[in-house]
């Protein structure tokens, strides 16, 4: 995986655990997301960031997303029985 978009609350997520150190309270939607990709990995002490996550948080491909563009960049979803 070498680019990834990350949303704006991901990004304060990783800047905090940065910042801070290793950490428990990590949202589950947020630590979810940035573990399946690798940018955090869970220890001892709680989820600390990755080299990989450091990288995609100084870089030009970690530009932030709205919840807004992340919904209209999913397209069109169907009202179907399933999605109700």
């Known amino acids: 995986m070498n680019s990834r978009t990350i949303n704006v609350e991901e990004q304060s997520a990783l ?4 910042r801070t150190g290793p950490s428990r309270t990590l949202s589950s939607r947020v630590q979810g997301r940035l573990a399946l990709y690798g940018m955090i990995a869970e220890g001892p002490d ?3 960031i990755t080299a990989f996550g450091r990288r995609v948080l100084h870089s030009r491909e970690a530009m932030p997303m709205s919840p807004e563009d992340l919904l209209f960049a999913m397209g069109p ?3 179907t029985a399933a999605n109700w």
């Open 46 to 48: 709680g989820w600390a």
């Open 15 to 18: 800047r905090e655990l940065e």
């Open 77 to 79: 979803v169907l009202a």
